[in-house]
């Protein structure tokens, strides 16, 4: 018996298989699970550094004060696979929220797709209902990317996120008008706790780290108050921070008395932050700046959550 002999006539049938094999290959690469770097992953690029930062900031303190870890993905192209079996195999791998509260979110945008989903953990379906997540979809994240403002996206989608599950945590059973006023109050109170220690580092922090930090909050500042204590206190809030904030950090800088808080203050701040102030949020030149690790806590998901495109 003889062997099998090679010719002429088998080289298109192999390179056929190759070229096969070889966009198989490409394809499963291009929508790999990326590592999880932090709490923000821009893979696409599409962020600027200083939205990176600062959003790495706000949900390590978010998950420091309520253990729900909020994660964000951008990635250039799903390469033909659906939106929410790629998003269901992040969560699946980073495992995202702690386990047995199953307390996880991502969001995740495909740039060259105009494609987004909010996909919500287990235990934050109650509060981050698809409803609500759709109308975060449509009202705060595809208006600005169909303007082809990412970071007003990202950070509006990510204010929305925190903004309702801090409401939807506080809810108390009862009527609805005392519902809405005790679930406002509260919610008002956890942007409190969250931003108020952000103002205050504003504050004190100076030079063009403050002023960013002061510019950065506004948005929040003019969201929160309004939507949670009503406009007629909410607005004069928002006001008196966005007049009298400028004017308190430009006198912070030029008596005797603001120099020594600031120098008070801003000491007490940069030991608790590594002993770069403010500088301790620009290290590096990725999204995981802070060089802390960031993982996961076994969280599980069950397809919550909501999908758009722009």
């Not at 002999?5 to 080289?11: E, K």
């Not at 509006?156 to 109050?185: F, H, K, L, R």
């Not at 007049?243 to 950090?249: H, L, V």
């Amino acid at each position: 018996m003889t062997a099998p002999t090679f010719t002429r006539l088998h080289v298109p049938l192999v390179l056929a298989a190759l070229l096969t094999i070889g966009g198989a290959t490409r394809s499963v690469a291009a929508t790999d699970v990326p590592f999880l770097a932090g709490h923000v992953n821009d893979n696409a690029g599409i962020l600027s550094l200083d939205t990176q930062r600062a959003l790495e900031e706000l949900l390590r303190m978010h998950e420091d004060s309520t253990s729900n870890q909020i994660a964000v993905l951008t990635i250039t192209s799903l390469e033909g696979e659906p939106l929410e079996e790629y998003s269901r195999r992040v969560v699946m791998t980073w495992k995202l929220g702690q386990k047995g509260k199953d307390n996880g979110v991502l969001l995740l945008v495909a740039k060259d797709d105009r494609k987004v989903r909010i996909e919500v953990g287990r235990g934050l379906e109650g509060q981050l209902t698809d409803a609500v997540s759709s109308s975060i979809m449509r009202h705060e994240i595809l208006p600005q990317f169909k303007a082809g403002d990412y970071d007003r996206g990202v950070r509006a989608g990510v204010d929305a996120i925190i903004g309702a599950i801090a409401g939807a945590y506080t809810a108390e059973e009862g009527s609805t008008a005392e519902m809405d006023i005790g679930t406002g109050i509260l919610a008002f109170l956890f942007f409190l706790l969250v931003v108020g220690i952000f103002t205050m580092i504003a504050f004190a922090t100076p030079g063009c780290g403050g002023w960013f930090l002061y510019a950065f909050l506004l948005p929040f500042w003019g969201v929160f108050p309004p939507a949670t204590l009503g406009p007629n206190v909410g607005l004069p809030m928002f006001g008196l921070y966005a007049i009298g904030m400028p004017i308190a950090k430009i006198l912070l800088a030029r008596t005797a008395w603001g120099k020594k808080f600031a120098k008070k203050f801003g000491g007490s701040m940069r030991s608790g932050r590594g002993g770069s102030g403010w500088s301790s949020w620009s290290s590096g030149g990725s999204s995981s700046s802070s060089g802390s690790s960031f993982s996961g806590g076994g969280g599980s998901f069950s397809g919550g959550g909501s999908s758009g495109s722009w």
